[in-house]
């Protein structure tokens, strides 16, 4: 079993709704977390930065950790076509410690 | 501006023959990586430096090595291309921080095809 699990999708919506995506994690030490956007051909940039439990909210993102269920999401407010692109959730134990990425989801947006 | 520098972008080259990959970041980050991705595919890691003359292998095998003579540079060597090294490669690179971890910061990747 994969130390972090995120479904590949592909994730598709109309424009205007809002995206939901999840990533689970068996490692409980885990206490930095991060969502990365990469389009096509490109490499991933940071969406998302959060530490330990909580909610972080930044324009039409919002990135939730729930450290008890071991488990973290982000959500896409009013999606648009530009954000089509593989979603990918990454985390670590330490200050410093290497990432573990998830395996990524596709998510389509369609006008 | 700082960033991470990936060259080439493309490479098509013929079974056999050597080729570098080169990385190069302007942020004085003393961590660096490579991840091997295929379309479609999660990430894997294949090599890693923690500084100068430090370098280590990750978590898939790889054929290829790597070097870190100066912390801005970070060159990925195959000695011998074969069909089964096309992919695309990602250098990422972060600070080293003891009181938090912002992630990585990639480059855009080399797409290497061997024919």
């Known amino acids: 079993q994969k130390e972090v699990e995120q479904d590949p999708g592909p994730l598709s919506v109309p424009e205007g709704a809002i995206v939901s995506l999840n990533c689970t994690y068996s490692?409980?030490?885990?206490?930095?977390f991060m969502w990365y956007r990469q389009y096509s051909r490109k490499g991933p940039e940071l969406l998302m930065y959060?530490?330990?439990?909580g909610n972080k909210e930044d324009g039409r993102f919002t990135a939730q950790v729930d450290k008890s269920s071991k488990y973290i999401s982000l959500f896409i407010r009013d999606s648009q076509p530009s954000d089509s692109a593989t979603y990918l959730c990454a985390m670590s134990q330490w200050a410093g410690n290497k990432l573990t990425f998830g395996g990524g989801t596709r998510v389509l947006v369609k006008p | 501006e700082a960033d991470i520098y990936q060259t080439p972008r493309y490479l098509v080259i013929g079974t056999g023959k050597k080729i570098t990959l080169e990385c190069s970041q302007t942020m004085g980050h003393d961590k660096m990586y490579w991840y091997q991705q295929d379309p479609g595919m999660e990430l894997h890691l294949i090599h890693y430096?923690?500084?100068?003359?430090?370098?280590e292998k990750g978590d898939l095998s790889s054929e290829s090595t790597v070097s870190r003579i100066r912390t801005e540079h970070f060159p990925l060597t195959l000695e011998s291309a074969r069909p089964s090294h096309t992919s695309q490669y990602l250098c990422?690179?972060?600070?080293?921080?003891?009181?938090?971890?912002?992630?990585?910061?990639f480059g855009s990747g080399t797409r290497l095809t061997v024919v």
């Open positions: 959060t530490y330990s439990s």
């Open positions: 990422a690179s972060s600070p080293q921080n003891y009181q938090t971890n912002y992630g990585y910061t």
């Open positions: 430096s923690y500084g100068v003359n430090s370098t």
């Open positions: 490692n409980s030490a885990f206490q930095y």
